[in-house]
């Protein structure tokens, strides 16, 4: 059974801080890449940030470059998504997720496997 597992969201204040975990077991996902994304309610479920299964290549949506850093330890079979600066806006459930091609990361549709997701709320 192959199961990608968030932790880490919670309640914060606008310009604070959160990181989110995503743990892999039953499976070895070190050569897959992984994503992040995000839907909040009543909208579309959003690309958030992707990271090369090497760890060598990133990439963000406009929206959260500068505050959000994705960063993998393949050694633990985790991704991360550091989160700064964070704004209401940032409020929604955040998933991870994963695929084996490095290509069209930003689309969801395109990625295999998925976490249940984990609730990020930012007060004003």
């Known amino acids: 059974q192959v199961q990608l597992v968030e932790s880490g969201g919670g309640l914060v204040q606008a310009g604070g801080s959160l990181r989110l975990s995503c743990a892999t077991s039953?499976?070895?996902?070190?050569?897959?890449?992984r994503g992040w994304f995000r839907q909040a309610p009543g909208k579309e479920r959003e690309f958030v940030a992707a990271?090369?299964?090497?760890?060598?290549?990133?990439y963000y949506t406009d929206s959260v470059k500068g505050r959000f850093t994705i960063s993998r330890d393949n050694a633990k079979n985790t991704v991360y998504l550091q989160m700064n600066s964070l704004k209401p806006e940032d409020t929604a459930v955040y998933y991870c997720?994963?695929?084996?091609?490095?290509?069209?990361?930003?689309?969801?549709?395109?990625?295999?496997?998925w976490g249940q997701g984990t609730q990020v709320t930012v007060s004003s």
């Open positions: 039953g499976r070895t996902f070190r050569s897959y890449n």
């Open positions: 997720a994963a695929k084996e091609a490095w290509s069209n990361v930003g689309s969801w549709y395109e990625y295999n496997y």
């Open positions: 990271i090369h299964w090497s760890g060598g290549t990133t």
